[in-house]
């Protein structure tokens, strides 16, 4: 989601590759060394029947009072990283605004803060609606697959662009390979997804189809209306 604010960032060319680059390889090596330590502890009959991997370990090397503190640490590193979604994802909603694909009032920002309020609000009140809907993991399973629908949309958006003449600086060694990989990768996860649980992905894509009469409708009222006042 570093990319979500590649607008506000000073020298995108250079910092954004990096960010990707460096984020990727620490948060894969994070990964590989605490499921390194799971197994370690764990036997894997114990960690694929586990619902609290992390609890379970620390429980087993620290006591009882190690699986609660680990797993209030997992609570508090959740919370850290919902505060970067809550604050990247209005970026997207604002700069669909700015383009004219969304409702013009989620481009607003606020005088004094200059954050795209409105655009968090509707983006909380959503999630509140869907929050009230079902559980956790029913939510979660809906939305990964869905999401890596999009992730191999918007790699494959690269190929459009660079039909139009867009050859930004970070696209010009081998974009096309990586782009391609990427869209295999994303796709890949998807479908398995969706194998997994036909029926949270059935409805996850439901939930996105929902979103398409009114996109519609609101280009065509848009088109008319821009239309009307040239």
């Not at 609290?52 to 850290?80: F, M, N, P, T």
Request: charge should be positive; aromatic fraction near 10%.
């Amino acid at each position: 989601m570093v990319t979500y604010s590649a607008g506000e960032t000073q020298d995108p060319e250079r910092t954004l590759p990096r960010a990707l680059l460096w984020g990727t390889l620490i948060v894969t090596a994070c990964y590989m060394l605490i499921n390194a330590a799971y197994q370690y502890v764990l036997p894997l009959s114990e960690v694929a029947r586990s619902a609290h991997v992390a609890a379970d370990a620390s429980e087993r090397v620290l006591g009882a009072k190690g699986g609660g503190a680990i797993a209030a640490l997992v609570v508090l590193s959740a919370l850290g990283g919902l505060n970067g979604i809550i604050l990247a994802g209005p970026r997207v909603y604002y700069a669909m605004a700015q383009d004219g694909l969304i409702f013009g009032w989620m481009g607003a920002v606020h005088p004094r803060r200059q954050t795209p309020y409105l655009a968090i609000l509707a983006q909380g009140v959503w999630a509140a609606v869907l929050v009230s809907t079902n559980s956790y993991r029913a939510l979660f399973t809906r939305v990964v697959y869905t999401e890596w629908f999009c992730f191999a949309l918007l790699a494959a958006g690269l190929f459009v662009l660079r039909t139009r003449g867009y050859r930004p600086v970070v696209l010009t060694r081998g974009y096309s390979m990586v782009a391609a990989i990427f869209i295999i990768a994303a796709v890949a996860i998807a479908v398995n997804q969706c194998m997994a649980n036909p029926r949270d992905s059935a409805i996850g894509i439901g939930l996105i189809l929902l979103g398409l009469p009114v996109y519609f409708f609101r280009n065509r009222f848009g088109a008319g209306k821009r239309a009307a006042q040239a």
